[in-house]
């Protein structure tokens, strides 16, 4: 298994700002992902983060919105740029296991934005 | 197009009763299966998963899954329901091979009357 720890946990920002999560792994993961869970919604892939080269985005998520950087195999940021209330919602990152990929993922606890 | 199908957006039983949650996936081949809980303020949990074998899985808490193939379906099951199972339920696949993405299914609310 992989512990996951997210920062910040929860924040309210302002319209038009942009904020960076943070995704630590406690142990080298080869797989990373970014979801997005809107209120009462279900989870959504914004994208796979790949170690030294840029992210894979899913379908109606695009770089300049979502910059992803994941610089090592341990660690990897999610910014959302320009925020609207509509990007309200859970972020979660998430992995696959430490001794490579078992089709298992492990969730971190997310980070709740509120934009206002 | 693949999807995941979760018919029951919210579900409430008794405490002590039997709980299943329905799961139907729409694939080509046989996916890898998954049943997460989130509980209120926390993150994903794994239930189980179904890779191959089989095709009944037992899980953490007390809960098993049957996948059937026939009916492209993994529903979830616990013969008897503690107050604390109260939480939101997640199915999900991911395709045989090595791709990692999680599809998610919409989610069903459990709710558990004293």
């Known amino acids: ?116 | 197009a693949q999807s995941v199908t979760q018919p029951d957006i919210h579900i409430t039983v008794s405490e002590g009763a039997s709980l299943e949650l329905r799961c139907n996936y729409s694939y080509g081949a046989t996916p890898y299966l998954f049943w997460y809980v989130q509980s209120p303020g926390q993150g994903l949990q794994l239930l189980l998963k179904y890779f191959s074998g089989d095709t009944l899985v037992q899980g953490i808490k007390g809960f098993e899954a049957e996948f059937k193939r026939s009916q492209s379906s993994f529903n979830l099951r616990k013969p008897s329901v503690h107050w604390s199972d109260a939480a939101e339920y997640f199915c999900a696949v991911v395709l045989s091979g090595n791709t990692g993405k999680l599809i998610f299914g919409q989610g069903t609310t459990l709710q558990v009357k004293p």
């Open chain 1, 1 to 116: 298994s992989a512990v996951i720890s997210q920062k910040p946990s929860r924040d309210i920002c302002q319209r038009g700002t942009s904020l960076t999560i943070q995704c630590q792994v406690d142990s080298q993961v080869t797989m990373m992902f970014w979801y997005r869970q809107q209120p009462g919604q279900s989870l959504t892939l914004i994208a796979t983060a790949n170690q030294g080269s840029e992210a894979t985005y899913e379908s109606g998520f695009v770089i300049d919105k979502f910059p992803i950087s994941r610089p090592n195999l341990t660690f990897s940021t999610l910014t959302v740029s320009n925020m609207s209330p509509e990007d309200s919602s859970i972020y979660l990152c998430s992995v696959g296991g430490t001794s490579g990929y078992t089709g298992e993922l492990f969730f971190g606890e997310g980070s709740r934005l509120t934009v206002l």
